[in-house]
């Protein structure tokens, strides 16, 4: 199976600032067959299931604030958000597509500071 | 715009059979860009890939090796729905299950239901 590992576990940015989350894979998920990545970044709040925000590592999911971007490829791939607002307070996950089964990293809590 | 409605009991009994209903609206369970899937998200939260469906020309199903030995899922075309059935519960199946859609064009979990909080107890 495929280890998700994110970094770090928890983070605090002060309203405004950047917050940056990290997701590392055991394994490369570029797959030549598409050419594309298959990572994708969710965000939980409490009490609701995952929301999609990112996906192919870098495509952001329709009505996702542009402030909300995703990189990386191969093994190494990062969640950015520019400017942090109080609706963002969640807890964030990155999934692998690429092979099955599909698993998830740990989760990373981004609090306001 | 798809949605996904869960259905099943909260509360089930060691070695019983765990059963979740997950029924589809603005899309077809035997839709061929389409896949339907059971994760599970435990108490410590955790999100734990179960398995899926998919119809192909014909249906597939993969099962997560952790539970593939007590795991069933039922697709059901006349009322577009899919099923849950995890048998031989312990306290370690306690958890929160939600059905996802995957759609061929994200290939990720682009639509959840609810979730639902199944605990396993006497």
């Known amino acids: 199976d495929i280890v998700m590992t994110q970094s770090p576990d928890s983070l605090a940015v002060s309203l405004g600032e950047r917050a940056t989350i990290n997701c590392k894979s055991s394994q490369s998920l570029f797959s030549s067959f598409n050419n594309k990545n298959h990572l994708a970044w969710y965000q939980q709040k409490p009490r609701q299931p995952p929301k999609l925000l990112i996906y192919?590592?870098?495509t952001r999911e329709s009505g996702v604030p542009d402030r909300f971007s995703g990189s990386g490829s191969g093994t190494d791939f990062t969640l950015t958000i520019s400017s942090l607002q109080a609706e963002d307070v969640a807890v964030y996950y990155c999934?692998?597509?690429?092979?099955?089964?599909?698993?998830f990293g740990q989760g990373t809590k981004l609090e306001i500071k | 715009q798809v949605q996904l409605q869960q259905s099943g009991p909260g509360l089930v009994k060691p070695s019983q059979t765990l059963s979740l209903t997950c029924v589809i609206s603005g899309d077809s369970v035997s839709s061929n860009s389409a896949a339907w899937n059971w994760i599970r998200q435990s108490p410590s939260g955790g999100l734990e890939w179960l398995g899926r469906t998919y119809y192909r020309s014909k249906w597939y199903n993969d099962y997560a090796a952790s539970v593939k030995s007590r795991i069933t899922f039922n697709p059901d075309t006349s009322k577009n729905q899919f099923s849950l059935q995890l048998n031989s519960v312990t306290p370690e199946d306690t958890a929160v299950y939600f059905c996802?859609?995957?759609?061929?064009?994200?290939?990720?979990?682009?639509?959840w239901g609810r979730g639902t909080l199944v605990t396993v107890s006497s």
């Open positions: 996802a859609r995957v759609a061929a064009t994200t290939g990720s979990f682009v639509n």
């Open positions: 999934q692998q597509y690429n092979n099955i089964p599909y698993t």
């Open positions: 192919w590592a870098s």
